[in-house]
């Protein structure tokens, strides 16, 4: 057997004892649990030693390279249209969020000014909803793609939504179910290295981040937001990708829809010139940003999205992996609208109520392994601030499996509050943009 060149309880005692790790006991650390010469339990003790003491910059930093080397590295430089003409690539990753479909209309509105967009996306797990579970709501759509196909249509159609492959940064797979399970995903070194592995892994030019707060999110606290946005903008730019991050507010969900289909339709209304106000307006905030880092400025951006221009790249994305842009979506078999208990102004349509909410009808799994139903979720009426009388329709929910109803509403019960004007909330939805230093 061949000797290791550091011991595991050598390196979980010195991050137990506040000491900064160095370059080769990092490389040896993510290597060694990657090819199994360190425990489950050793590993367990080391997250929450880093938990507890955190990592600075340089040791976040190689970290995070560790683990893009631990699996393959996805190269677009030479990527191209079909005349042959360069094509910049840039990305967006949102940290999560209710109603979060912003990368359904973000993706074609970018790709319609000729930078293209290889959007690599997940599933959803817990109350927040996955991008891929939403587009397989439409008919005939697939998320697996080779790699071949992936530079194919992004040649030719400019964007793509997909799954990501499993050969990019391996270790972070092994690492994130260990944290699920032993309470240590919410530590800022460990959320921004596993998030920036996979965007560094992927190869893209420019990279945008949604970082959520709020109710819904997946840091409740601004200050914590702030500090996960720094990181990963550090460390994107640290590792040669034009970062920016966006801090934004999930205190209610995104547009009127929490689901499947439903986010797809209410996508498709953004991508006609209408739809939610608040859609429109992270839509068209990120995508000004993408094209930016991809040195497209002075566009019109929002015009672009209200005369529908993106809409032919949207049909076509959709077609190219195999969907009917035409096709009538799923819809649920039962529904049920609770309404507003007493008049006034709605002060709260909480967040992650109404994505727990969404999840219960079915609209989320809570395995990996579960299916979710295309039709389920929750269509809102109203957004926080609106004068609201007792009695109006609030939300309405829809589900296959009746059964789930009663749970769903105890829940949208939940999420609601009416009350006085004079507590009208805070209904900023960008609270601010944060750049390299
Ligand atoms: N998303 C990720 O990919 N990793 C984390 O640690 C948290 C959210």
């Known amino acids: 057997m061949a000797t290791e060149q550091f011991s595991a309880v050598e390196v979980i005692r010195a991050k137990r004892d506040g000491q900064v790790l160095g370059n080769e006991m990092i490389d040896w650390t993510i290597d060694a649990y990657t090819r199994g010469a360190i425990a489950e339990e050793q590993m367990s003790a080391l997250n929450m030693a880093i938990y507890f003491q955190g990592m600075n910059r340089s040791e976040i930093s190689r970290w995070t390279n560790a683990m893009i080397n631990s ?91 997909c799954a990501a492959g499993t050969g990019l940064a391996p270790a972070d797979k092994k690492l994130y179910a260990l944290r699920d399970v032993t309470a240590t995903v919410e530590a800022i070194p460990l959320i921004a290295s596993s998030i920036m592995s996979k965007k560094i892994a992927e190869g893209t030019g420019t990279l945008v981040l949604d970082v959520k707060v709020g109710s819904g999110a997946f840091m409740k606290d601004e200050a914590m937001s702030r500090e996960l946005a720094e990181t990963m903008v550090n460390l994107g730019t640290d590792a040669g990708v034009n970062t920016v991050a966006l801090l934004t507010n999930m205190e209610t969900p995104l547009g009127l829809t929490a689901g499947n289909a439903i986010e797809v339709e209410e996508s498709v209304e953004v991508l006609a010139g209408g739809g939610p106000q608040d859609v429109i307006e992270l839509t068209v905030a990120l995508a000004t940003e993408m094209l930016a880092g991809a040195g497209i400025k002075d566009v019109d951006v929002a015009g672009a999205l209200k005369n529908g221009q993106a809409m032919d790249v949207w049909r076509k994305m959709i077609a190219a992996q195999g969907g009917d842009p035409d096709a009538k979506l799923p819809v649920a078999k039962e529904s049920h609208t609770v309404v507003a208990p007493a008049e006034g102004v709605l002060l709260k349509l909480d967040a992650m109520d109404i994505g727990l909410a969404a999840w219960t009808l079915g609209a989320g799994r809570a395995r990996k392994e579960d299916s979710v139903q295309a039709g389920a979720g929750v269509r809102m009426h109203v957004k926080p601030g609106a004068l609201v009388r007792r009695g109006e329709p609030i939300a309405t929910l829809l589900t296959d499996t009746p059964e789930k109803m009663e749970r769903a509403i105890e829940l949208v019960q939940r999420a609601i509050m009416v009350g006085s004007a004079d507590d009208r909330p805070d209904t900023r939805l960008i609270l601010d943009r944060i750049a390299a230093k």
């Open 71 to 161: 699996g393959e590295r996805m190269d677009f430089s030479t990527l191209a249209d079909p005349s042959g003409k360069h094509l910049a690539t840039t990305d967006k990753h949102s940290t999560g969020g209710v109603g979060d479909k912003i990368t359904l209309p973000l993706a074609p509105l970018v790709a319609s000014f000729g930078v293209a967009v290889p959007q690599l996306s997940g599933r959803g797990l817990g109350h927040t909803g996955g991008t891929l579970d939403k587009l397989e709501a439409i008919p005939g759509w697939k998320a697996e793609l080779s790699n071949e196909a992936l530079f194919d249509q992004l040649s030719t159609v400019g964007a793509v939504i």
